[in-house]
C-alpha cells in the first residue's frame, strides 16, 4: 500500500485579520446534540436553524416578539449564512431568515462537508471584512438532521409503462413514458424493481479514493502507527471529559433546548460503567481487509451520527462596544488540502499553516495557544494528527488537545458541529483563563481548517487553568469518575 501524500501548497487559503478590523463574536446558542433516531430526530432543520439563530440574537440583546424580530431592532443583522450538507429542506438560511422577520435579508447557504459551519463563520467574517462591504452585523449557523437524511433512487427517465385509460373496446390501454414528475401510485411496477440507497452512507464515501470516511481512518492508524489501544483510551477519556465539562457547567451559558423536546444536554455521552468499559472491549472491526491486519476502528472509538444546530451573532469590531460583553474575537482562518485517503490528516497542515502565518503577521505561536480543539470523527485520526503536527512540524499540542472531549462523546452533527466547537472553545477560553484558542476539523474528500479565536476577557496577572475537564472535576470532589458520570444523566445533569 502507497504511503498518502500531504500536500504543501504555499498559497493555500490563510486569511489573517486586521487588528484594526477583525470580526467579534458577540454572543452563541448551542442545541443539545441528539442521538441519530433519537430526542431530536423529528425536528425539521428550519426549526432547528431558526430556534439557535433566535436565541443567540436575544442573548445579544435583539428583540423578539412572537417569534418574529420587531420592528426596531430589523436593522440588528445585515445578513445570514448557514452551514448544511444534507439538505431536507433546500435554503435554510433563507427560509430561517424569513420565519424570524428578517425577509428582507441576504441569506445563504454553504456546505464544505464538516467543516460547512465553520465555513458559514469565515463568509461571515469576509462579508464583515470586506472593504466594500456594508455588512456591519451577521448571524452563522450550521445545521445538521442525520435522523431525517431520507433513502433515494435514481428513477427519473427511466421507462414506465403508465395505464392510460381504455381503447373502443374497452381494453386497457397502456402507453410507454417515461418517469418525470408522475404520481407514485401510477408506478406500482416501478416500485418493485427500485434500489433505494442511503444518503447518509453516500455522503460519507469519498468519490475520489473510493473509501467510506472510516477506512480512511484506518489507513490513518496504518501509517501513523496508531494502535487500537491508543484509540480506545482517547475515546474512553473523551466521554470522561466531555461528561466532566457538562457537571462543570462549561457550557450552560450556550446551550438551549430545542422547543418541543426536552433534551437538556448531549444525549449521547456514555454515563454507565457498562458502556464505557465496553469501548475498549469492542472487538467490531468495521474496516477490516487484507490492507489493515491489525485494525483500530471500531464504532465506540468513533463519533456517532447526530442531530442538532449551533449559531453565532458576528460583528465587526468597530460596532462591539455596543454591546456589554462579547464571547471572543476571530483573529485568522487557514484551510488545506491532503490526499483524500487519509482526509482525517487534514487538521495537521490547516493548523501548522495557520500558526506559520499568525506568528509571522500577529506573534502569535503555538506556545500562546491555550486550548486545540480537534474535532473527533475518529480517535486514531485525532491521534494521527497530533502525531503528524510533532513529527512533520515540530508542533507538540501535548496538554492542548480537546481538554473538554470532543465528538466521540458529545455527538456529530456534521454540518453544525464545527459552529459549536468555536462556541466551545471560547467558553473553554474564558473558563481557564486562556488568551489563545483554536478550532479545527477534517474535510470528507481531503482537506482541513483551522480558526484562530481570542478570549477578550483574557487577565494575564492570574493562573489559567490547563488540566483536562475529569481531573478538574475528580479534584473538586474527590470522587470516583463513574459515579460522577452517573449523575450526568442523558436528559440532564441531575
Not at 114 to 134: F, M, R
Not at 181 to 187: G, K, Q, W
Not at 351 to 379: C, M, P, R, Y
Request: glycine share 10%; with cysteine; proline share 5%.
Amino acid at each position: 500500500m502507497e504511503k498518502p501524500k500531504i500536500y504543501t501548497y504555499p498559497k493555500n487559503l490563510t486569511l489573517i485579520h486586521s487588528k484594526d478590523n477583525y470580526p467579534v463574536i458577540v454572543s452563541g446558542a448551542i442545541s443539545p446534540v441528539g442521538s441519530f433516531l433519537g430526542a431530536l430526530s423529528k425536528v425539521p432543520l428550519s426549526v432547528l436553524n431558526d430556534h439557535v439563530i433566535r436565541v443567540a440574537l436575544q442573548r445579544a440583546g435583539v428583540r423578539f416578539d412572537n417569534g418574529r424580530v420587531t420592528e426596531e431592532d430589523l436593522d440588528k443583522v445585515d445578513a445570514i449564512v448557514t452551514g448544511n450538507i444534507f439538505g431536507l429542506e433546500r435554503g435554510t438560511a433563507r427560509i430561517s431568515g424569513y420565519n424570524l422577520g428578517f425577509e428582507h435579508l441576504n441569506a445563504e447557504n454553504v456546505e464544505k462537508m464538516c467543516i460547512s459551519g465553520l465555513k458559514a463563520i469565515n463568509d461571515v467574517c469576509l462579508l464583515l471584512t470586506h472593504p466594500q462591504s456594508q455588512v456591519e452585523r451577521a448571524v452563522a449557523s450550521g445545521i445538521e438532521s442525520l435522523s431525517r437524511v431520507p433513502h433515494t433512487a435514481e428513477i427519473r427517465g427511466k421507462p414506465l409503462q403508465q395505464l392510460e385509460g381504455v381503447d373502443k373496446r374497452g381494453r386497457p390501454k397502456m402507453a410507454k413514458t417515461f418517469y418525470g414528475h408522475i404520481n407514485l401510485d401510477s408506478a406500482r411496477q416501478l416500485l418493485t424493481d427500485l434500489k433505494l440507497r442511503d444518503e447518509v452512507m453516500q455522503g460519507l464515501t469519498c468519490q475520489m479514493a473510493g473509501m467510506i470516511m472510516g477506512k480512511t481512518a484506518e489507513k490513518i492508524a496504518y501509517f501513523w502507527e496508531i494502535a487500537k489501544d491508543e484509540a480506545d483510551d482517547f475515546a474512553l477519556t473523551s466521554h470522561f471529559n466531555a461528561g466532566a465539562a457538562g457537571l462543570l457547567g462549561v457550557y450552560d451559558s450556550a446551550i438551549t433546548t430545542i422547543p418541543g423536546t426536552n433534551l437538556l444536554y448531549h444525549e449521547g455521552i456514555k454515563t454507565d460503567k457498562i458502556k464505557l468499559d465496553d469501548i475498549a472491549l469492542n472487538k467490531k472491526f468495521v474496516f477490516a481487509d487484507d490492507n489493515f491486519p491489525n485494525p483500530v476502528i471500531t464504532p465506540n472509538n468513533a463519533c456517532p451520527l447526530n442531530d442538532g444546530s449551533a449559531a453565532v451573532y458576528i460583528v465587526k469590531s468597530s460596532q462591539a462596544d455596543d454591546y456589554p460583553s462579547t464571547l471572543g474575537n476571530i483573529l485568522a482562518y487557514s484551510a488545506v488540502a491532503v490526499d483524500p485517503s487519509v482526509m482525517g490528516i487534514g487538521p495537521s497542515p490547516a493548523i501548522q499553516q495557520l500558526l506559520e502565518k499568525t506568528s509571522e503577521k500577529l506573534n502569535i505561536g503555538l506556545d500562546d495557544i491555550g486550548v486545540i480543539n480537534i474535532n473527533e470523527a475518529f480517535a486514531a485520526q485525532v491521534l494521527g494528527c497530533k502525531k503528524d503536527l510533532k513529527d512533520r512540524f515540530g508542533l507538540d499540542i501535548e496538554g492542548k488537545l480537546n481538554l473538554d472531549g470532543g465528538a466521540i462523546a458529545v455527538g456529530h452533527p456534521v454540518g453544525g458541529t464545527l459552529v459549536r466547537i468555536v462556541i466551545e472553545t471560547l467558553l473553554m477560553l474564558k473558563d481557564r483563563n486562556m488568551r489563545y484558542g483554536i478550532a479545527s476539523a477534517c474535510v470528507g474528500g481531503g482537506q482541513g481548517g483551522a480558526m484562530l479565536l481570542e478570549n477578550p476577557e483574557y487577565d494575564s496577572s492570574q493562573p489559567s487553568e490547563t488540566r483536562p475537564a475529569m481531573e478538574r472535576l475528580q479534584t473538586q470532589t474527590g470522587k470516583d469518575p463513574y459515579l460522577l458520570l452517573r449523575r450526568l444523566m442523558v436528559y440532564g445533569k441531575g
